[in-house]
């Protein structure tokens, strides 16, 4: 097996043994980017000199012995909406095509504490706005098992860094699915935690009370490792909450007996792509075969989620994305008669056709006039569906659902149809208004060779139990086991 194709799990063990050092697995990491990269395009930019030095310090470190931390000489990719300390930060857009963070988010604080290696920044939806990588200013990011799909969005670069192997893990930003939907279509593994167990601070705001950091890696067992590094309260966040954090490798156990799985009705409905209802069937019997059960459960506001979610998006990002005028830093424009005109001509200039449209949908939800009718009506929304799911999970332990209607579509296809891009989020969304957690997991292909991928929602703060299931599923299936052929 070649070194960038290893796991988080395998490689500590072949680092602290003496088999390999951090520095021959970064390296080998970076042929596999020069060699594939040039047709994925999973990165922004790529941080070489500092992961080697990283990597060499991790090395001495593990010579010296004593306590080894759990990402000591490991190499991960970062989406490029996380503040690095001194690295470009640009969010996939031209206004912040020239920032460098004068600070680490929290999440890169504490995985520099455990001795992570940074390999660089990867490709996004600009500002996370998007469903397949396309409206990033620095090009769109291809799917490794086909390079003619898109790899989901708005992490498409994580996930397909992951898939092509150009990384060993990494982490995403999930708003709406932003996680879950491209470690589905590119067959890896993505968790969006419950929001609050996993700080913000550092993270580029989009919508702010629906916006968690999660780990993207190539299996189970990498996502329980990294969760234990990330999580915890951040006094920099009044948003992060002061909850126990448990070992989460603990919680992997390869038993679902006596778990009780609810199936939401309107999850399965008309005009879902046949293939992805069976996989997420196929893989729903195989849990009952080693010993959970399930019943079919009602979720009734599904239907209003969309709606409810761009509105409430829309009008954080409008609130958010205020703060971007050329003044204080990034992108200004040179062609300006006074102040009011540099404004404006530098968010037209500086804003991709996308972010725009939610700028000019959250203003005007937020207008005088509308906020009641929208805005606030949306909230009252939220709650109920918020409602759906606590009442669901009083008989449920967990709730399996497709991860999005279809498998990975071809590139350009939905650009031109703003609502049906939106529609690819329509498994995803309620689970960030609800603020739970989920996991995303491999759990069949298309005809077509393409991954698709399942979800697994939990209760607040019940990573574990979805953590455990999830494992329980990969220890007895192959899907996270299979690699693309990249055609170069």
């Not at 939907?181 to 935690?193: D, F, I, N, R, S």
């Not at 992997?252 to 799985?261: A, E, S, Y």
């Not at 500086?350 to 909230?379: C, N, P, W």
């Amino acid at each position: 097996m070649n070194l960038y194709e290893l796991t988080i799990h395998q490689l500590q063990k072949m680092l602290r043994s003496g088999e390999v050092t951090s520095v021959d697995v970064t390296k080998a990491i970076y042929e596999r980017i020069n060699d594939v990269d040039k047709e994925i395009h999973a990165y922004i930019s790529l941080t070489r000199e500092m992961a080697l030095e990283q990597a060499e310090d991790a090395d001495r470190k593990i010579k010296e012995g004593g306590d080894i931390p759990p990402l000591l000489g490991i190499p991960l990719a970062i989406k490029d909406v996380l503040c690095i300390e001194g690295v470009k930060t640009t969010c996939g857009s031209k206004i912040l095509s020239n920032f460098i963070p004068p600070y680490d988010a929290t999440v890169i604080k504490r995985l520099k504490a455990n001795g992570a290696i940074f390999l660089g920044k990867t490709n996004m939806d600009e500002f996370a706005m998007g469903s397949s990588t396309e409206t990033s200013y620095f090009g769109i990011t291809r799917n490794p098992w086909s390079l003619q799909h898109i790899p989901g969005g708005s992490s498409g670069g994580s996930a397909a860094a992951l898939a092509a192997d150009e990384c060993i893990g990494a982490l995403g930003s999930d708003t709406g699915g932003s996680i879950r939907q491209p470690a589905g279509c590119c067959g890896v593994v993505g968790m969006k935690p419950t929001y609050g167990r996993v700080s913000r601070f550092g993270l580029v705001a989009f919508a702010s009370s629906l916006d968690q950091i999660g780990p993207m890696t190539k299996d189970v067992t990498d996502t329980a490792i990294l969760m234990n590094v990330i999580s915890g309260r951040d006094l920099l966040d009044s948003t992060s909450l002061d909850v126990r954090v448990p070992d989460f490798t603990a919680a992997l156990r390869d038993d679902v007996k006596g778990l009780r799985i609810g199936i939401p009705r309107e999850y399965f409905v008309e005009g879902m792509d046949p293939e992805v209802e069976d996989s997420v069937s196929d893989a729903i019997r195989l849990l009952e075969r080693l010993g959970a059960s399930s019943r079919e459960i009602s979720l009734p506001h599904t239907d209003y989620a969309i709606s409810t979610y761009y509105l409430l998006a829309s009008a954080e990002a409008s609130s958010n994305l205020a703060r971007y005028d050329g003044v204080k830093y990034g992108y200004r424009t040179d062609d300006s008669n006074d102040i009011m005109h540099m404004y404006k001509k530098t968010r037209e200039n500086g804003f991709g056709a996308e972010v725009k449209r939610r700028i000019m949908l959250g203003t005007y939800a937020l207008s005088s006039g509308y906020y009641d009718a929208y805005y606030l009506k949306a909230q009252k929304v939220r709650t109920l569906i918020k409602d759906d799911f606590d009442k669901a999970f009083k008989g449920c332990d967990v709730l399996i659902v497709p991860n999005a209607p279809t498998p990975p579509f071809k590139i350009g296809e939905k650009m031109n149809n703003p609502l049906q891009m939106y529609l690819s989020d329509i498994f995803t969304i309620s689970v960030n208004l609800s603020g739970i957690p989920a996991i995303s997991i491999p759990c069949g292909f298309s005809k077509e060779g393409l991954p698709i991928g399942m979800q697994i929602m939990g209760r607040h703060f019940d990573e574990e139990t979805i953590l455990r299931i999830a494992y329980t599923f990969e220890q007895n299936t192959d899907y996270h086991l299979q690699k693309p052929k990249i055609k170069l």
